[in-house]
C-alpha cells in the first residue's frame, strides 16, 4: 500500500512539473517564435523550435553554475530597466500615443522597426554591467537609462517626431487614467470614460459597435 502511495505521489510531482514548464517556459518560448516569424512559422513549428533551442542550451549545465550564469543574465538585462524607466518616466513622462502602438507604420516603428537608441544603450550598457558582474545593477541600469536619454534626445526624437512629446505633454495621452479607457472600433481607438460599478452603464459606449478594451 505504501508502494502504490509512493508511485502516486511521484506521479503527481511529476505532472506537476510538466504543467509548470509548459506553462511558464515552453508557452512564452513558443509565442516569442511565432511572433517573431510570423506568419512564416505555425504555432506547431514554434513548440517545435522552442523545444530544440531549450535542449540545445543544456539547462542541466546551467544549473551547476546558478549564480553565475544569473549574474550574466541579469546583467545583461540590467539596462532594459534603466531604458524603460527613462522612456516612460523621463522621456514621455507617462504619456503614450495607445493607438500607434498597434499601427504597423506608426511613430514606434523608428528604424524598419527597431529603435536604435534602445539597442544601442542595452549592448553598451549591458556589456559594461558584465564587466562589473559584483555590481551589475547599480552599473547597467543607470548607465542604461543616461545612454537612452542621451541618444533619444540628441537623434531618435528629432528624426523620428513622437505625438505625446510634440504635444507639451498634453493629457490626452497619458497612458494610464482613472475611468477612462483605450476602446478600438471599427472606427478606430477612442478613449472613452467608464463606470466601475456594475448598476452604471456608459451610454457613449452603448453606441459603440463591438468595442475592444485595452486596460
Known sequence: QSGLVLI??????????????????????TLAFVNALAPRISYKMG?????????????????QHLFTF???????LSAIGGIMICDYFLIRRRRVNIPDLYKQDGQFRYMKGHNPAGLIA????????????SIAYLVGLPLGFIIY?????????PKY????????????YLSTS??????????????????????????????????????
Open 149 to 157: 536619454y542621451v541618444l533619444m534626445k540628441l537623434w531618435i526624437i
Open 8 to 29: 502516486a505521489l511521484l506521479g503527481l510531482v511529476t505532472i506537476a512539473q510538466w504543467s509548470t514548464n509548459n506553462a511558464a517556459n515552453l508557452i512564452p518560448a
Open 47 to 63: 513548440v517545435v523550435l522552442a523545444g530544440i533551442v531549450g535542449t540545445a542550451t543544456m539547462p542541466w549545465l546551467i544549473l
Open 70 to 76: 544569473l549574474g550574466f543574465y541579469g546583467g545583461a
Open 122 to 133: 542595452w549592448v553598451v550598457a549591458g556589456a559594461i554591467a558584465i564587466k562589473f558582474l
Open 178 to 215: 482613472v475611468n477612462q479607457d483605450w476602446v478600438y472600433t471599427p472606427g478606430g481607438f477612442v478613449r472613452e470614460k467608464y463606470s466601475n460599478k456594475p448598476d452604471e452603464t456608459d451610454e457613449s459606449l452603448s453606441s459603440t459597435q463591438n468595442p475592444v478594451r485595452l486596460s
Open 161 to 172: 517626431p513622437q505625438a505625446e512629446i510634440d504635444s507639451n505633454y498634453d493629457d490626452k
